[in-house]
């Protein structure tokens, strides 16, 4: 199995990416056969018998039916579709049958983040962290639109429906990090909603575990903030320069008066920080849609705190 | 040139036919494709309330229960009877008693005013007790989840049949109105032939579409 | 008359040409449905003329497709870099929705049918005019009515849902104007039925004496086929944009999620008739190819029962096959097994057409007319939209690719590649028919060139970006697909202004080009062999009565031919 980019292809690096590229390349060849068949027979005829300057208008000699030739040009290529057929979906029951043993991350799409969390309490966002060459079972779903999650170098892709959880599996074989991107068109940043499959060894796998718990320890709040500010996607919507995007930008916000959706104001303290990123729709800065989703359970107290502290932080730079 | 045309073309053959056999042929092949296309725009919507229906069928069971089937029955017997007057109008035209056909036009446009006031009543009496299509629905008497699903249904069903019997009232007005000042008669009714087709239609709509919302409890 | 006729065994193509009665100052034929159908504006609107209907459409048509390649260039300049190069990810958005939705609903469909179909069917089938003319003005005028939902949409609040309009992202996710768009391609759906009733029961009952099923032009088979697929699987794109627009504006709940209903039954509607309408949209464009590869080989085709019984075959098979543009929203394993089966049988079809006509070019007297160029472009690049097909339908490489540059440039080869390239060759080969004149064929190859290098460089990228990852719909884009993007969009540029160029060359050879007589390329179809161009008001002064098919070439005596660009007719002297 190779692990680095080819010309079609990007690194192979699931256990069941190597019969989708055998089978990929098996259709290329059989379609660099006919397509030479094709346009090669073509421009023979084409070459051979073109109507030459003063040609005497040699009458169509040609032959207008071989039952034979269309009999054999529906046999031979239906054979070869079947054969495609038959492949394509051995392979796509390998994708669906999920080994028993799989380890399960309950994966969420939102507009336009993705959420992860693991079975020993552990959540990240726009970042998946999985050991090497353990199954995995992602269980998906989505808050809001459909979203589909498609990891290219292992070959997987599963929509995401708001409605029902949908299943997805991957074994990785090699570590290292992977592109992750949303493939089902979501709205305005569905090209931002991307992000990454880190593959560990199983030892390092269990490091991160250890320190995921321990996150932010021994930094300071607002500096941890920053980090959370860049991981948990906050930095999709929230700029820090004064550009607004889909959300007001966290300059020079802390401690001022902002106005509200139905006019009244009110001042963006700790609480209304607070509330913001638990309840986003409960108080809507005006001019701004309410497409912030909730972030109740994919922060922990003390992410918020530091969260509060960064913005605080920015805030003061503001002035 | 124009006039020896004139002569062997009868005023109601339009110039591109080259006799009035092929215009009548083509006017009901035409006819019989546009009721296809009706069928399948219909048919979208069976189709969406077979699936809901197999989802949730206590919704359809219960919600069903609030639609009064007397007046659905009413109404099926009124179309029926607008289809045989249909009907023996056209038959009247061919034996060329156009008063009887006018007075059998009359009957028809009548029967759909008919329904139409019917369907009138269990309208207004569904908006007064809100028992209305998603978001709208207020009606607290149903005890299942979500019982607007079957009300969307309800609503897109008969509003779609109710806009095709409106708009065959307007175009049997319009052949009332012709066939009086005696435009058709035995050697020409395509126009008459051919909505008739489209009032079958309507009627067999109908047909499916009351034991589908009335009766299913 | 004699000329009139089909019927000597021994005529020339040459001198099988219908003689006006007189000539205009300009050596035009007289009368002309251009001329002598009333010169006012609203003579035009009013017209029952399918001739002048046909150009009705092709003004608007090609208006829209001016606009929607507009859109294209716009998407493909903001891909030239990853991040914001000229416009950020809302507007990138809305370009990427009305360039779909252009294309698709107010260009594509409508081409080759309403335009081509509506000049050619029924003088290919010795009518004079389509079964219902008034029903036909009226499609061009609901056309009209929908274009204008789809430009209110436009200019007000341009929707940015795709053209595919999924739930819940259209029913509730945007804040854009989606119900104008919907129901502008809901209206436009009917003015499509309309065309494809019309052309049902014309050729089912206008056919000239003579004119037996098996003695169709092929066109006439695939525009028959078209019109079946319009007709059957329309109605149900209608009912389920109406029902997106109850749920935008009244909240019905079908396919909300939060009221009960389920999105992904719209994907099922919906692609019920959308899968159906590539088609619609293909469909046409291979009735073309057979008339220009037998009429620039000067050959019978090969296997007519074959291509007229495929076109058949591919529009009943399309109807059971929707399911495969859903292989990854969770269907039952058993229904992506069928789906994928079906979909590898439609492809049968497709290469029986592919393979008659490489055959027809077999021992053919072959002239490189504009016509042929495009048809040979048809060949080459149909074939590759073709054969990627396969690797959609099969279907775990299909995991991997769908929502990827691989389908854009899949779909892009198939309608682009196909359908455009045989609707150019179709507009260079009646351009003569309908106008009279002929265009400059050194401006007309340049843009060829143009097209079809712009083409390849444009899409054959995005196959690799595809098979290495690359979303579709997508603004930004990571640093590693940037050259493939870069190399993409230079491309397009080519293409487009080729695409300029053809339009300003045919433009300018129905104004000023030279006067070619009635059968200017030795075709043995109707329209060539008895109608002078441009034709009369009535088509043809009598009936024309058919003995021979089509592509009767083999029947007739050896004849002198012009190489490549065939020379101006000898017309004859203008009866004064």
């Known amino acids: 199995m190779d692990t680095t980019a080819t010309f079609w292809m990007p690194p192979s690096a699931s256990t069941t990416a190597g019969d989708v590229d055998s089978l990929f390349y098996f259709l290329l060849w059989v379609s660099v056969f006919f397509f ?42 239906t054979i070869i579709v079947v054969i495609i057929f038959v492949w394509g979906f051995r392979g796509y029951m390998n994708l669906s049958v999920i080994p028993a043993n799989a380890m399960e991350v309950k994966v969420t799409g939102q507009q336009w983040f993705w959420s992860f969390q693991y079975p020993e309490g552990a959540s990240t966002v726009n970042e998946l962290v999985v050991p090497v060459d353990t199954p995995v079972k992602l269980t998906l779903s989505s808050q809001d639109v459909i979203h589909a999650f498609y990891v290219p170098s292992f070959r997987i892709k599963r929509d995401v429906l708001p409605n029902r959880y949908q299943f997805a599996w991957f074994e990785a074989t090699h570590t290292g990090e992977y592109d992750l991107f949303c493939a089902e068109y979501c709205g305005s940043k569905h090209s931002q909603m991307t992000g990454t499959v880190r593959v560990l060894s199983g030892a390092d796998y269990k490091a991160w575990l250890e320190g995921a718990a321990l996150a932010g320890e021994g930094m300071a709040p607002a500096e941890y903030g920053g980090r959370l500010y860049e991981s948990k996607a906050c930095v999709t919507c929230h700029s820090l320069d004064g550009t607004p995007g889909n959300g007001p930008s966290f300059l020079g916000v802390f401690g001022h008066e902002v106005t509200l959706e139905d006019g009244s104001t009110v001042i963006a303290d700790e609480n209304y920080i607070r509330e913001s990123i638990l309840n986003p729709k409960a108080k809507l800065v005006a001019g701004y849609q309410a497409v912030m989703p909730t972030y109740q359970g994919l922060l922990s107290d003390g992410e918020i705190d530091a969260l509060v502290a960064f913005i605080k932080s920015v805030g003061g730079e503001g002035e | 040139m124009a006039d020896a045309e004139a002569a062997e073309h009868p005023k109601y053959l339009q110039h591109h036919f080259s006799d009035a056999a092929q215009q009548r042929e083509s006017s009901k092949l035409g006819m019989w494709i546009f009721l296809v296309t009706e069928v399948l725009f219909f048919g979208g919507l069976f189709t969406g309330y077979a699936i809901y229906h197999s989802w949730y069928p206590e919704i359809f069971h219960a919600a069903s229960r609030v639609l009064d089937w007397r007046l659905g029955m009413v109404n099926t017997f009124i179309l029926i009877t607008s289809s045989l007057t249909f009907a023996l109008a056209i038959r009247m035209l061919q034996v060329d008693r156009v008063k009887a056909a006018v007075w059998n036009l009359a009957a028809t446009f009548a029967l759909a005013g008919g329904f139409m006031v019917i369907k009138y009543i269990e309208y207004s009496h569904k908006f007064h007790v809100g028992q209305l299509p998603g978001k709208f629905y207020s009606y607290g008497g149903i005890d299942v989840a979500n019982p607007h699903v079957f009300f969307s249904f309800y609503f897109m069903m008969t509003g779609l049949h109710g806009l095709h019997v409106l708009v065959g009232m307007g175009v049997i007005l319009w052949l009332l109105i012709r066939t009086a000042r005696g435009r058709f008669g035995a050697s020409y009714h395509n126009p008459v032939e051919v909505a008739g087709l489209y009032w079958h239609l309507v009627d067999l709509v109908w047909i499916f579409l009351f034991p589908l919302l009335y009766l299913i409890a | ?377 048809f060949l080459f690049m149909f074939t590759i939209g073709g054969l990627t097909g396969l690797f959609l339908g099969a279907l775990s490489v299909d995991v991997h690719v769908h929502d990827t540059y691989f389908v854009v440039a899949h779909f892009h080869y198939v309608m682009v590649g196909g359908t455009v390239m045989a609707f150019i060759g179709g507009l260079h080969y009646w351009w003569p028919k309908m106008f009279g004149r002929m265009y400059n064929r050194t401006s007309a190859v340049a843009a060829w060139a143009l097209v079809f290098v712009g083409f390849n460089m444009t899409f054959f990228a995005q196959f690799i970006l595809g098979t290495q ?40 050879g129905a104004l000023r080009g030279r006067v070619v007589g009635s059968n200017p390329w030795g075709s043995l179809t109707l329209e060539w062999t008895h109608a002078t161009s441009p034709p009369e008001p009535h088509n043809y002064p009598n009936t024309p009565v058919v003995e021979n098919g089509p592509y009767d070439f083999d029947k007739l005596v050896p004849r002198v031919d012009a190489p490549g660009e065939p020379g101006p007719e000898p017309e004859p002297a203008p009866a004064k």
């Not at chain 3, 034929?29 to 035009?44: A, Q």
């Not at chain 3, 209206?187 to 009733?197: A, E, K, M, R, V």
């Not at chain 3, 695939?222 to 019109?227: E, I, M, Q």
Request: proline share 5%; glycine share 8%; no cysteine.
């Open chain 1, 36 to 77: 030479a068949l094709i346009v090669g027979l073509s421009i023979l005829f084409i070459t051979k018998w073109r109507r030459r300057k003063g040609d005497t208008g040699r009458l169509d000699t040609g032959p207008t039916k071989n039952t034979l030739l269309e009999v054999a040009w529906i046999v031979i290529p």
């Open chain 3, 1 to 377: 008359m004699s000329e009139q006729t089909r019927s000597a065994a021994a005529e020339l193509p040459r001198s099988a040409v219908a003689v006006p009665e007189r000539t205009d100052e300009n050596g035009l034929p007289r009368p002309n449905f251009l001329r002598d159908g009333g010169g006012t504006l609203w003579s035009w609107l009013t017209t029952l003329d399918h001739k002048r209907i046909g150009i009705l459409y092709m003004i608007m048509v090609m208006l829209f497709f001016f606009v929607g390649g507009l859109f294209a260039l716009l998407v493909r300049l903001e891909l030239f870099a990853p991040g914001e190069q000229f416009f950020g990810p809302d507007t990138y958005n809305r370009l990427f929705t009305l360039h779909g939705a252009v294309m698709i609903f107010l260009f594509i469909i409508p081409s080759i049918p309403a335009i081509l179909g509506n000049f050619v069917l029924p003088l290919q089938i010795g009518a004079k005019d389509v079964a219902f003319p008034r029903l036909n003005l009226a499609s061009w005028y609901i056309y009209m009515i929908g274009a204008i939902f789809a430009l209110y949409s436009l200019v007000t609040n341009a929707a940015d849902t795709g053209w595919t309009f999924y739930t819940p992202y259209s029913s509730s996710g945007s804040d854009t104007a989606v119900i104008s768009i919907t129901l502008g391609a809901f209206i436009l759906g009917f003015s499509s039925i309309f065309t494809g009733l019309n052309f049902i029961v014309t050729v089912h009952k206008m056919r000239a004496p003579g004119m037996t099923w098996f003695k169709l032009p092929l066109m006439v088979w695939a525009l028959y086929a078209t019109a079946i697929i319009q007709v059957l699987a329309t109605p149900v794109l209608g009912i389920t944009l109406l029902l997106l627009v109850l749920e935008r504006a009244f909240g019905v709940g079908i396919f909300d999620p939060a009221m009960g209903g389920d999105p992904v039954l719209f994907q099922h509607f919906f692609w019920f008739y959308s899968h159906p309408a590539v088609y619609i949209m293909i469909l046409p464009g291979m009735g073309i190819i057979s008339e220009l590869i037998t009429t620039f080989s000067h050959r019978n085709i090969f296997g007519y029962k074959f291509i007229a019984f495929s076109s058949l075959a591919i529009a009943l098979v399309s109807f059971l096959v929707w399911g495969h543009h859903m292989f990854t929203s969770g269907q039952s394993e058993f229904a992506v097994m069928l789906f994928s089966f079906l979909t590898f049988m439609v492809a049968i079809p497709s290469a029986i057409k592919v393979f008659n006509w490489t055959t027809t070019l077999y021992k053919g007297s072959i002239s490189f007319s504009v016509p042929m160029l495009y048809a040979l472009s």
């Open chain 3, 469 to 508: 990852g690359m979303p579709r719909r997508y603004w930004t884009y990571p640093e590693q697909f940037q050259s493939l993007h870069g190399f993409s969009s230079s491309g397009s540029l080519v293409m487009g202004l080729g695409f300029l160029i053809m339009g300003v060359t045919l433009l300018a």
